[in-house]
């Protein structure tokens, strides 16, 4: 859910039937489709590889 937000769909990684119902949607609904694919593509630009990378630099600097 943190990566996602509301762009995708969740399901349960554990329940084959979950799974499936989840992927039977995106191929029969045009609209489910299209929302996931403007939501997805906001919700990824929210991400920044130079902000993450500077971060993670950070950390490194700051381990004993």
């Not at 045009?30 to 590889?49: M, V």
């Not at 500077?54 to 381990?63: A, G, L, P, S, T």
Request: net charge negative.
């Amino acid at each position: 859910p943190e990566l996602i937000g509301d762009a995708g769909v969740l399901v349960n990684p554990l329940a084959v039937k979950s799974i499936a119902n989840a992927m039977n949607d995106f191929i029969t609904d045009d609209d489910l489709k299209k929302n996931a694919s403007t939501k997805g593509k906001q919700q990824a630009s929210s991400f920044d590889w130079d902000y993450t990378a500077k971060q993670i630099e950070q950390i490194i600097d700051n381990h004993p």
